[in-house]
Nanobody, 115 residues
Framework: QVQLVESGGGLVQPGGSLRLSCAASVSSFSAYTMAWYRQAPGKEREFVAWITGGGRTNYADSVKGRFTISRDNAKNTVYLQMNSLKPEDTAVYYC?????????WGQGTQVTVSS
């Protein structure tokens, strides 16, 4: 069974920073790619970033250069460092991973960027 729990969201002013965390209750955490997605009100869920077990990363163009995904395999945790936040980054952020044909999601954490 896979359980993902996100934390670290909140209200931040434009230009500010937040770090999201996702704690995973899974076996063989280091073997699997972990990803962050987000969903803004009235919009579809969209990809933000992923990181492989070996540390290779990929980002959506909208966050490239501002967000950094990382992982601590000893703690079964993946992070999303978000800098230079913009109002359009406001969304619920979800952690995700896949096992075979099944995709798993956390409950999400709200990020609001507003002055």
């Amino acid at each position: 069974q896979v359980q993902l729990v996100e934390s670290g969201g909140g209200l931040v002013q434009p230009g500010g920073s937040l770090r999201l965390s996702c704690a995973a209750s899974v076996s063989s955490f280091s073997a699997y790619t972990m990803a962050w997605y987000r969903q803004a009100p009235g919009k579809e869920r969209e990809f933000v970033a992923w990181i492989t077990g070996g540390g290779r990363t990929n980002y959506a163009d909208s966050v490239k250069g501002r967000f950094t995904i990382s992982r601590d395999n000893a703690k079964n945790t993946v992070y999303l460092q978000m800098n230079s936040l913009k109002p359009e980054d406001t969304a619920v952020y979800y952690c995700s991973t896949a096992r075979g044909v099944s995709n798993y999601w956390g409950q999400g954490t709200q990020v609001t960027v507003s002055s």
